[in-house]
């Protein structure tokens, strides 16, 4: 067999590990959004996708691995639902711009906010889960710092901590009180408060 042939086979047997991790994680998805993230055991989600449990541990040594993928995958849909609005909105003002980015990511309506809820809620009693919170806090306000910056915002709007916590905040009371339908009817004036901060925060640069 020659190379080219070697490196063909590789990358095929890749990309069908890639659907089945992804397969593997839509059906932790399900079953973690129907008993609960800390309910649910590896094996629901090997009763859930029907596959050998060898196979399913080939990919996934645990649960929270599930969760830490499902979590990315989030934050490449969120990633490209931003690129596709800056695409659509040149030449609006920077500081609109960036609370309509904000503001969209802290209402949206998706299963895989949804699992961020979850993980939200059990952190506090699970160090690994903390972690990966830590992680994934710090490769979003990279990317959001990065897209700021890029907007004409040079100042650290995350540096304190403030707006994370504000979207955490408005993330579970829209997921746990049901308060997302009220923000969304007024959330000119959560944005307007975003806005506001950020406005503070380049002033004092």
Request: hydrophobic share 35%; charged share 30%.
């Amino acid at each position: 067999m020659s190379r080219k042939e070697v490196f063909i086979l590789k990358e095929e047997k890749q990309k069908v590990g890639q659907i089945k991790k992804k397969k593997i994680r839509e059906a932790a998805k399900k079953c973690f959004l129907t008993k609960g993230f800390q309910s649910t055991t590896m094996e629901d989600v090997i009763t859930e996708i029907g596959m050998s449990r060898g196979g399913v541990y080939h990919h996934y040594a645990s649960t929270n691995e599930m969760l830490k993928d499902l979590m990315l995958d989030g934050n490449d849909y969120r990633n490209s639902l931003i690129n596709e609005y800056l695409e659509n909105n040149r030449g609006k003002d920077k500081y609109q711009q960036m609370g309509d980015i904000l503001v969209d990511k802290s209402l949206a309506d998706t299963d895989l906010m949804r699992l961020y809820t979850l993980l939200l809620q059990a952190k506090k009693y699970n160090e690994d889960l903390e972690k990966l919170y830590q992680e994934l806090k710090l490769n979003t306000t990279n990317e959001l710092s990065l897209i700021a910056k890029q907007l004409g915002i040079k100042a650290d709007i995350f540096g304190d901590g403030f707006l994370v916590n504000y979207i955490n905040g408005l993330i579970l009371s829209s997921e746990i009180l049901g308060a997302r339908k009220s923000y969304s009817e007024h959330k000119r004036y959560i944005k307007e408060i975003m806005i506001n901060y950020i406005v503070d925060v380049e002033k004092k640069n």
